[in-house]
């Protein structure tokens, strides 16, 4: 390797430092913080999805189904951003079941899947590779009385 070539990749470590040490305390104020798109507290729902607990079956059920999906949210080079967040939650309230797959950040996954699940209120499926499968239930709609 050139001295050209050690110095590019010197910039990009010390770049992704800087983010990452801006992620790390972005997520503590992100829980602070108002979420302008839900108009809540990010961290403070509470959906019946996330105390119900998925069954042995159901969550066989539901990896045979992730395996199949297509990532519909990818993870780049801003990490765990306010954007991503929205349209993971987006997402999640469309199709209950959704494949993100970590473009960047990869060696992170382990620590920013669980954030990134207990951020939109939803359980982890399975986590392989550079994927994450996420589940979140929809809520059922209350019946709407005759009148």
């Known amino acids: 390797m050139d001295d050209a070539n050690r110095a590019q990749a010197s910039n990009n470590r010390e770049a992704k430092d800087r983010i990452r040490a801006k992620m790390a305390d972005a997520v503590s104020a ?10 809540k507290k990010l961290g403070a729902r509470n959906p019946p999805c996330v105390t119900d607990e998925i069954s042995n079956r159901e969550l066989r059920d539901l990896k045979a189904k ?5 990532p519909v949210v990818f993870i780049g080079k801003e990490g765990l951003s306010a954007a991503l967040i929205k349209s993971l939650d987006e997402a999640l309230g469309h199709h209950e079941l959704v494949k993100v797959k970590f473009a960047d950040f990869k060696e992170e996954k382990k620590l920013l899947t669980p954030q990134l699940a207990e951020k939109v209120s939803a359980q982890v499926v399975m986590r392989v590779g550079n994927v994450a499968v996420f589940f979140r239930r929809k809520p059922v709609p209350p019946a709407k009385s005759p009148g």
């Open 30 to 39: 992100d829980n602070r913080a108002l979420n302008p798109a839900l108009g």
């Open 66 to 70: 992730g395996q199949l999906l297509r």
